[in-house]
């Protein structure tokens, strides 16, 4: 056997270059010319079934993406520990001036899943992270119901913590920034999205928009709750 079919990463990668790389050449030299111009920020769990490009029908240049173990916010706390998602969620906003934010958690979450039963005694930092979804958990048995509603009730209260982040609450309060709460569900390939309004999950195939946050500016006016 050649080392090349022992490799079969190094083949992908070498078709990457001679196959896929040429028919986006241009887009890719016009990203490097003009800079990145990324209008989205995309926070997703590390799950290898979460494909932000494909639900998204984006490309090159289009996303800027940071994933992580169940696409949890760590609180803004003002402590400046190394803290990678609050490093990407401040560049994005300070610096790309990104006009929204996308919060995406998914069906069959292994985080949530851990979050009830528990991990091994070695995994100190997983421990430690998932406790960023405490708040979400609910006081059952984690049947299938349980899991999807609480991996909702997450990614609300993820983007709840986002509104702590003062560049974060400071553009949206002023227009200039959206935040979306999304859960994909694998299995029906169909994106979730929180509704502010209903203060639920809507299909995206019935839903009116992808998402305004729970902190888009609204007002009452005569018992209807009407865009500003
Ligand atoms: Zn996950």
């Not at 909702?152 to 709840?160: D, F, G």
């Not at 913590?161 to 299995?187: A, F, K, N, Q, S």
């Not at 929180?194 to 999950?201: A, E, K, L, P, S």
Request: hydrophobic residues 40%; proline residues 6%.
């Amino acid at each position: 056997m050649s080392e090349d079919a022992a490799d079969e990463l190094l083949l992908r990668l070498r078709r990457f270059q001679s196959d896929y790389f040429p028919l986006h050449q241009q887009r890719f030299q016009d990203l490097v010319a003009e800079g990145q111009h990324p209008k989205t920020l995309f926070i997703g769990c590390s799950d290898s079934r979460l494909v932000p490009y494909l639900l998204t029908g984006t490309g090159p240049g289009e996303l800027f993406i940071v994933r992580n173990v169940g696409a949890f916010i760590p609180p803004y706390d003002g402590s400046h520990g190394l803290h990678g998602t609050m490093a990407a969620i401040e560049y994005a906003v300070l610096t790309l001036h990104v006009e929204r934010i996308i919060v995406c958690g998914h069906s069959h979450c292994g985080a949530i899943r851990a979050a009830y039963e528990g991990v091994p005694e070695e995994a100190v930092a997983l421990q430690a992270w998932l406790k960023l979804a405490t708040e979400a958990l609910l006081p059952v048995q984690p049947c299938a119901e349980a899991m999807r509603r609480t991996e909702q009730r997450s990614v609300v209260l993820q983007l709840e913590r986002l509104m702590d982040y003062p560049m974060v609450r400071r553009e949206v309060e002023g227009g200039r920034l959206t935040l979306h709460g999304w859960h994909y569900v694998i299995e029906a390939g169909e994106i979730h999205i929180f509704d502010v309004r209903q203060g639920n999950f809507v299909p995206a195939s019935l839903a009116s928009s992808s998402g305004t946050g729970p902190y888009q500016p609204y007002v009452e006016h005569d018992g209807q709750i009407i865009s500003d």
